[in-house]
């Protein structure tokens, strides 16, 4: 019952607030018509004294004109006024000669006030703007949409070297001469970022990051990434030779238990050994075969080779699914849909350790009476190459995590099956090296898909012989 009234008084107050407003609007225009009706008043005033003139002295029409003429003059007299002020706003001051001219000037001066007050605003925007980029540690440039330099903070000045306002007006690709760039500067969808050496130092790696914004507008992100650089380059070389020098102690180890073992499995002095000699050689074939998994993705991660050869990928899968049946011994049913026909451009022992270790994967993780299915396709987007389990299945919080190095989803299981937590971080590397890219789909207790995409202009299509088609299907 309550709520009628706080309604009714709603609406009230809602139509009250429309007539406020329409007669604010009618107070407006009422001022407007009255000018309008004393200046119509007023020039028929002069039409009638002038005619009445001209009458006295028997010349009518020609008393009208001249009363005409004045007031066309009167009238002529106040646009220049308003010529000279819209020329020079400033300096000139408009008359108040009061009728409808009056109200003209009267409004184009509340105009004037409040363009200046938006001004004022908009000043207040842009300066706390500049003042705010400007103290980023980041560099920030304005580009306009030809291109050309609108403005820029301390950072990009320092880092790109800048020269302030002589550099203002100049397209950022005459500054910026790398390749990358220009590549990166040419692409209007702008994906990610580019790292160049500093135009003024070759020595400091900057990341560019262009991002469209308004009409026409770019802003562009220059961050130093040189110490970033530098501990990924340590920690790589760290990697690469810890794991170069643990090989030999390893293979030292590995040869005096390969000695030591046939002993222990006889009845002799060392049968009681035979359980722990047992469990070092597992625990150093493991060993070993993480030290050649971070060697290898070291080695992804240094070499800069970019040659690329036409890969027979039919062939290397044939291989691929030939060791997966010889670790199988029929306890998984395999799948095989490989066009024999659909090459790719790239690295032989690259692309061989991605597939390799995409199908050792779901081996591994799918227990025996499984499916595992491996296709290998292209159509216009390009080619795919993709693994299908009925295994264990990953949670959905974990996926994005699998391709980090030594993440394992679960740890006991990982070890027992012999993981070393690297594959997918190689599968990873090897794949951006060769423009592809990793998806990965599961559902716990169903299965995985982990499917690789290459871009078109990594195929090759091949003229296959059919006794090697009929050898590849």
């Not at 139509?15 to 329409?22: D, I, M, V, Y």
């Not at 004109?65 to 020079?88: D, F, G, K, M």
């Not at 130092?201 to 990341?207: F, G, I, M, T, Y």
């Not at 296709?375 to 390009?382: A, S």
Request: net charge neutral; charged share 25%; hydrophobic share 40%.
């Amino acid at each position: 019952m309550a709520a009628a009234p706080a309604s009714g008084s709603a609406s009230s107050s809602s139509s009250l607030g429309t007539e406020r407003n329409a007669s604010t609007a009618a107070s407006v225009r009422r001022p407007v018509r009255v000018a309008f009706r004393r200046e119509g008043l007023k020039l028929l005033l002069f039409a009638v004294g002038g005619t009445a003139s001209g009458w006295m002295f028997g010349h009518p029409l020609a008393g009208y004109a001249v009363a005409l003429s004045l007031y066309l003059l009167w009238q002529l007299r106040y646009l220049r006024a308003l010529r000279h002020w819209l020329e020079t706003p400033k300096r000139v001051d408009l008359p108040e000669p009061g009728g409808l001219w009056g109200e003209i000037f009267e409004k184009l001066l509340d105009l004037q006030k409040r363009n200046r007050k938006r001004k004022k605003r908009l000043a207040a925007i842009v300066s706390e703007f500049q003042a705010s980029t400007a103290a980023l540690p980041d560099g920030a440039v304005v580009i306009g949409d030809h291109g050309e330099i609108q403005w820029f903070n301390k950072a990009a000045q320092a880092l790109l070297g800048l020269r302030g306002a002589p550099d203002v007006g100049i397209r950022i690709p005459n500054l910026i001469r790398h390749p990358d760039f220009t590549d990166y500067f040419g692409d209007a969808e702008y994906l990610g970022e580019v790292e160049v050496p500093s135009p003024v130092n070759l020595n400091v790696r900057v990341a560019l990051k262009i991002i469209p914004y308004g009409k026409d507008q770019r802003l562009m992100i220059v961050r130093d990434v040189s110490e970033l650089r530098r501990l990924e380059t340590a920690r790589r070389d760290f990697v690469a030779n810890a794991s170069h020098e643990l090989r030999t102690p390893l293979t030292v180890l590995r040869g005096y238990l390969d000695m030591i073992e046939p002993e222990s499995r006889a009845q002799g002095p060392l049968a009681e050994w035979q359980m722990p000699i047992s469990e070092m050689r597992t625990q150093s074939a493991r060993m070993e075969s993480l030290i050649n998994d971070m060697l290898k993705l070291a080695r992804l991660e240094s070499e800069s080779d970019t040659r690329q050869d036409v890969l027979d990928v039919p062939r290397i899968l044939g291989r691929v699914v030939e060791d997966l049946r010889n670790v199988s011994r029929e306890s998984h049913a395999l799948e095989v849909d490989v066009d024999p026909e659909l090459f790719l451009f790239g690295r032989e022992t690259e692309m061989h350790s991605v597939f390799s270790n995409l199908a050792s994967n779901a081996m591994r993780y799918t227990p025996e009476g499984g499916r595992i299915a491996i296709r290998w396709h292209g159509d216009v987007q390009g080619a795919h190459f993709s693994v299908t389990d009925s295994g264990i299945g990953i949670a959905e919080d974990d996926i994005p995590r699998l391709t980090e190095r030594f993440y394992r989803v679960d740890v006991g299981r990982s070890r027992a099956n012999g993981g070393t937590g690297l594959g997918l971080s190689i599968v990873k590397h090897a794949l951006q090296r060769h423009e592809g890219q990793l998806e990965i789909s599961s559902e716990l207790g169903v299965g995985s898909t982990f499917s690789c995409h290459f871009p078109p202009h990594r195929v090759h299509r091949a003229e296959v012989p059919p006794e090697q088609r009929a050898l590849a299907g």
